[in-house]
């Protein structure tokens, strides 16, 4: 059932900071494609106040002397208010360049607000985009125009109290804002950062799942084709060469090539299943039948000795182990039998001695008397590689290589060690 959409009267109403949030997100991704816009409308209507300030007069409530040339204060107003254009890209140098128009505007008595706002906003900046320390000699040029107008105008030894107390106040107010937002800045970009390197890390663990899932359906496939057609191989040929002298004979091939080849088909199965997603309805895909354990051990002996393979076993102890290593101790022996099967020529025999220890130790060695075909090679294909890396998951070890003279032949020797305290 899908679930019901509240109504737009039922829905909880939006936080506030939440709404302001994204208002600011989508203000700041703006102004990171675009940011001569907002440098242009910024420096805009800072010019156009100043312009206003000058025209209509109202710089001369502040001013300490009115008889300042009109030229004069046309360009210490558009002085302070367009060099605002490149605030954010070089505060340090906008600083530099205006601090003497802020002594000009001091000493002349014109007392232009314009003035303040402007290294005002520059210390904001400063703190905001450069080291701390440039925040020494910022402020110095900042209070050396007070000191100027102070010196120039003052009345008295109150008003330098007055007069640099409430300015270094403010310059602590804006840099207070400036390292605020700083701060808060580098820990989004931190979070952004390590969110990136997460799913980067993700990515990485995905592909490395992906390549390992890869080589345990490639071992998977290798073990059961390789280990069935070589029975059925072996069971054609016998049927073969019976075929004109025993017509029974062929026909029991016949019938266990029939049951190799379904059995095959089966765990093929079973192995492609698991790579089938849900059908579209969203049913789940039918139950999965286990993975071959040791009690499937004699199905597996009974094919191979109707393959024409003489197989003897030597059982010691009794097996208490997890799906896991029973499933490596099977295709570790289905492996060896397949290659007796490929290589060791007529007449030969197989022996498996397996021996169980306490706390899951196995002990598994299969020899043939084979002497001919090739010996296979130990870092080609999948068979030898991939029953190592059956045993390496267990931290057991595998040898395999053929035995001394004079019994000759292959062997293969596998020990899983104990298993580890839960």
């Known amino acids: 059932m899908q679930p019901v959409k509240p ?7 939006e936080p506030l900071t939440e709404y302001v ?31 206003i300030d000058y025209t ?23 002085g302070f208010s367009v060099t605002l254009l490149w605030r954010r890209a070089h505060p ?54 007070t000191c100027v107008s102070l010196a120039r105008y003052g009345e008295g030894g109150s008003a330098w109290h007055q007069q640099i107390g409430s ?12 390292i605020t937002v700083r701060t808060r800045r580098n820990y989004a970009e931190a979070r952004e950062d390590r969110a990136r390197r997460l799913e980067t890390e993700r990515d990485q663990q995905l592909r490395l799942a992906a390549a390992a899932e890869r080589a345990r359906i490639a071992r998977e496939m290798h073990d059961i084709i390789g280990h069935n057609l ?27 090539i029939g049951t190799t080849s379904r059995q095959a088909l089966d765990e093929l199965r079973r192995l492609l299943d698991v790579l089938r997603d849900e059908e579209e309805d969203g049913t789940q895909a039918a139950e999965l039948n286990p993975q071959p354990a040791l009690t499937d051990l004699d199905r597996l002996l009974d094919g191979v000795r109707k393959a024409g393979l003489p197989v003897r076993t030597t059982v010691k102890g009794r097996p208490t182990l997890p799906e896991g290593r029973q499933l490596t101790v099977y295709r570790v022996i289905q492996e060896a039998l397949t290659n007796t099967l490929k290589h060791a020529g007529p007449d030969a025999t197989a022996h498996i001695d397996l021996s169980y220890d306490t706390g899951g130790a ?16 130990l870092s080609d294909g999948r068979g030898l590689p991939g029953m190592r890396e059956r045993t390496s998951l267990y931290g057991g070890t595998l040898e395999a290589g053929p035995r001394q003279l004079p019994e000759g032949g292959w062997r293969v020797h596998l020990h899983l060690p104990e298993e580890p305290p839960q």
């Open 362 to 377: 196995v002990a598994l060695t299969v020899t043939d008397t084979g002497r001919g075909g090739p010996v296979p090679a």
């Open 230 to 256: 070589s029975v059925i191989t072996g069971l054609a040929d016998g049927g073969r060469y019976a075929a004109a002298k025993s017509p029974e004979r062929a026909a029991q091939a016949l019938d266990a």
């Open 7 to 13: 109504s737009p009267e039922e829905r909880p109403a």
């Open 167 to 178: 300015q270094l106040l403010s310059v602590g107010v804006v840099t207070l804002i400036a």
């Open 56 to 78: 209509g007069g109202g710089w001369r409530y502040n001013a300490h002397n009115l008889d300042v040339p009109g030229w004069l204060l046309l360009t210490l107003s558009l």
């Open 92 to 145: 340090r140098t906008v600083l530099l360049v205006a601090t003497p128009l802020a002594l000009l505007n001091a000493w002349t008595g014109a007392a232009l607000q314009a003035s303040l706002i402007h290294q005002l906003i520059l210390l904001y900046h400063i703190a905001l985009r450069l080291p701390l320390r440039n925040m020494w000699w910022a402020t110095a040029l900042v209070t050396s125009s």
């Open 21 to 51: 949030q994204r208002a600011t997100d989508r203000v700041r991704a703006f102004d990171r494609r675009r940011p001569l816009v907002w440098d242009l409308g910024f420096t805009g209507f800072w010019v156009t106040a100043a312009l």
